[in-house]
């Protein structure tokens, strides 16, 4: 199973940006990032396809959020401009190995999950 790693969390004031980043160990087809705040379950936030030509985002990102992969280095980028109090949670990565007709945003289309990196957006 393909091992994922988050990075780029942390502390910002509303308003900023941060980067996440999400490295694979091999190659994987889907991935997505999800989020899930203290008390709230965990939610999609965007989702992208294996060359990069479709992306999927959930309406309270779109226009801030920006998903990007580099299949070379195996790793997902997520680029969070605007950022609100309310996008504070914890970021989990999340990678599809195998191609299925589940929608992107469906957390059961996903077989690797990351350890997650805790985003914090102070008003």
């Known amino acids: 199973q393909v091992q994922l790693v988050e990075s780029g969390g942390g502390l910002v004031q509303a308003g900023g940006s941060l980067r996440l980043s999400c490295a694979a160990s091999?190659?994987?087809?889907?991935m997505g990032w999800f989020r899930q705040a203290p008390g709230k379950e965990r939610e999609f936030v965007v989702a992208i396809s294996w060359s990069g030509g479709r992306t999927y985002y959930a309406d309270s990102v779109k226009g801030r959020f920006t998903i990007s992969r580099d299949n070379a280095k195996n790793t997902v980028y997520l680029q969070m401009n605007s950022l609100k109090p309310e996008d504070t949670a914890v970021y989990y990565c999340a990678a599809d190995q195998t191609p299925d007709i589940l929608a992107p945003a469906n957390a059961r289309k996903y077989d690797s999950w990351g350890q997650g990196t805790q985003v914090t957006v102070s008003s």
């Open positions: 091999g190659r994987t087809y889907d």
